[in-house]
């Protein structure tokens, strides 16, 4: 096998970008990285493809403030050099954050911070207040009901804003959606819907 360094870029996903489906969204990167004639690495064997790894895609109509794809490199190229070619490759709606090397792995992704604009924040602090917040969710052995508050932790409501943070990665990744549908059902309309932060199992962000 040949040898390759490992790089992790950060970037935003936002306006019309979020609303590109994740296996579309992938393809385009692909296409931006081989546009950018990097020393990109490839897999081996009898259909070689570029090696990509999204660490928590996002769902559909929501943005990201700091996502991650991981790549190879064949030789060493510094990460400024990185973010200057990629952000040219890439649309303006996934701008470039920065290029570096992966201190965490995908697998310590445990949480995610959430932020969105409710349109009646006293029903949604009413809401998020209560003890119970049944919902459903599609599992592998079929519909599984559960109370959704237990999950839900660092709830902050600045005026129109709720920011909170929820389980994501292997072991539990709960949707945002399970909530602003809730506030929806109950007359509070959200938007902006936006995934800031995603942290690891030792409580820090995800690097």
Request: charged share 30%; proline share 4%.
């Amino acid at each position: 096998m040949s040898e390759f360094i490992d790089y992790r870029l950060f970037y935003s996903k936002v306006n019309r970008a979020k609303y590109i489906p994740h296996l579309d969204f992938m393809r385009a990167f692909e296409r931006a990285f081989v546009r950018s004639k990097l020393p990109l690495w490839w897999t081996e064997g009898f259909n070689p493809h570029l090696y990509l790894t999204f660490a928590l895609p996002l769902s559909v109509g929501v943005e990201g403030s700091r996502e991650s794809v991981d790549f190879r490199l064949t030789k060493d190229v510094p990460f400024a050099i990185i973010r200057e070619v990629m952000s040219k490759c890439l649309p303006e709606d996934v701008p470039v954050i920065e290029a570096a090397r992966p201190v965490f792995k995908a697998t310590e992704i445990t949480s995610a911070e959430y932020e969105f604009v409710c349109d009646d924040i006293e029903k949604a602090a009413k809401l998020l207040e209560s003890e119970q917040m049944i919902v459903s969710k599609k599992t592998k052995k079929g519909i599984s009901s559960f109370n959704l508050k237990e999950h839900i932790k660092d709830v902050k409501i600045s005026d129109s804003i709720v920011s909170l943070v929820l389980p994501a990665g292997g072991t539990l990744n709960l949707n945002i959606s399970l909530l602003t549908n809730r506030l929806e059902e109950n007359g509070a309309e959200t938007r902006g819907i936006k995934r800031t932060k995603i942290f690891t199992t030792y409580g820090k962000e995800f690097l």
